[in-house]
């Protein structure tokens, strides 16, 4: 994880996997419902930064 300033706002950033010698298999199958997972992390993340700045 990183968060770092840029403008009025900041950029952050996420990266994880797993390694092993399974993993690569493993990881493709999952890649489809990991992206489904990213995009709402990164959802929720907006939406209380956005209730933070305003206060609530």
């Known amino acids: 994880m990183a968060a770092v300033a ?3 706002g900041t950029r952050f950033a996420v990266l994880g996997a797993h390694r092993g010698r ?3 298999p493993v990881q493709k199958a ?3 419902a990991g ?3 990213g995009l709402l992390m990164i959802d ?3 939406r209380r930064a956005l ?3 305003e206060g609530r």
């Open 44 to 46: 929720r993340a907006s």
């Open 35 to 37: 992206r489904a997972r």
């Open 22 to 24: 399974w993993s690569g």
């Open 51 to 53: 209730a933070r700045r």
């Open 6 to 8: 840029e403008g009025s």
């Open 30 to 32: 999952l890649r489809p």
